[in-house]
């Protein structure tokens, strides 16, 4: 019987493989820049974790957990989303009492959804995201909506989507709530099964109903803007003004409630519309919670992040030709003539990669023709042609593949060689000091570059 992945998980390889590590080390690399911390935590957790956390009126937990119960009897959950995790690991490890706050912890790996299987949505994906913890400012909100936005545009994403409402604080979402569900009474007989749980678990997350005609009537039911305390309007407000004054375009949404439950105040999405036209739906998103470290037996702290989707992030780049082709190419493929110079192309191969240069053996022992063919075929810089003369004269004929240049070179010489034709002997100095050829000679001031030997 042939056996087939999960439905709604998939193999990465290939050029997507080279995306996702790009896309992660980029958002990992900017990320750091502004004082975040990689912190990792399981897979599997406690269901409690998520089910107190993420929340029982969120369809993420209603209907979408991978759950399970272990062979002593526990009930464990394969993590829906981070933050409740995270949030977890923070109280468990009181880091609010050995660091100096805020806490900053960045990270990333695999979660897992039963959701419905379709384009951008699948049920094992990977995020990377950031939670800061331990200060309750409309500052760090903006910051944070800022760090999400320099990442794609480091990324190279131009006209991003970025949309952003407030969910306002306790009271202003309590009676918000209120107005909605007597709004929604004279409707909701009508509305989606889904519509009727929300309606008596948290009746915000009706607004984010995906039903055509459920979302007519959605149209028409009470903004949060009318219910806003002082406070929570000036905090929004506030925030609006730092992302303003940063010119980070935006667009207030009031219609945006998120799925999870444990959001409060700001709350923030991105989207993307590739220029297939492709919707993936939110490429990243996050918000300001209050009640989730308290939640956890921590103290009274707020936090506030984001988690990117890196699939939906990925074919996004796909698409618009955002990824480099092959963000690091063979330089060397080599060519051992028989059996008996396998050892000599290892000992070369080793002598390449310790200099940092990519480098293949073919130990196919087929025809020469073949082997170059080979060669071109992996996209090779340069073929390194060892027979019985090379190894009895210590040297290696070099074929440079796009000009079919070949050269016989000595063992000693193959590296420099290799970054002439390669154009890494020229120093190039960003800064300009090294400018000075004689001043070169000695040292480069910016430490940045090899210095002359
Ligand atoms: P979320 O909106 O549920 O938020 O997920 C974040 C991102 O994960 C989405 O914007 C999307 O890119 C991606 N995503 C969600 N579901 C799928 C799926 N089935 N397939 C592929 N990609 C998907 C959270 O998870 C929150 N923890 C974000 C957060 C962090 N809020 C505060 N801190």
Known sequence: MEVKNVKGTKDVYGKEVNGFQYVESVMRAVSELYGFEELRTP?????????????????????????????????LTMRPEFTAGIIRSIVQNKFY??????????????????????????RQFNQFGVELVGQNSAQTDAEIIILG????????????????????????????KHALKDFFSQHIDNMCSDC???????PLRILDCKVPEDKEIVKHAPKINEYLSEEARNRFEYVCSILEYMEIPFEV????????????ETVFEFHYTSSKGQNYGAIGAGGHYDKLVKEFGGPDLHGVGFSFGIERVVSVMTDDELLQDDANPLINYII??????????LALATALRVEGFKTEICYDGTKLGTMVKKAVKKNAKFALIIGEDEVENNAVVIKTLETGEQETVEFKDIIDYIDTKLGNDEHH??????????????HCCCGRHKKEN
């Open 43 to 75: 897979v599997i957790e406690h269901s409690e974790v998520f089910v107190r956390g993420v929340g029982e009126g969120s369809d993420v937990v209603r209907k979408e957990m991978y759950t399970f119960l272990d062979k002593g009897g526990r009930s």
């Open 97 to 122: 009492a050995t660091r100096d706050l805020p806490l900053k912890f960045y990270y990333s790996g695999p979660v897992f959804r039963y959701e419905r299987p379709q384009l951008g949505r699948y």
């Open 149 to 176: 936005y320099m990442i794609l545009k480091t990324l190279g994403f131009e006209n991003l989507t970025l949309k952003i409402n407030t969910l306002g604080d306790d009271s202003s979402r309590d009676e918000y």
């Open 196 to 202: 009727k749980s929300r309606f008596e678990l948290n």
């Open 253 to 264: 949404d009031d219609t945006l409630v998120r799925g999870l439950d444990y959001y409060s």
């Open 336 to 345: 051992p003539i028989s059996e008996d110079q396998h050892i000599p192309a």
């Open 429 to 442: 100095c960003e800064c300009g000091c090294c400018d000075d050829e004689e001043h070169h000679e000695d």
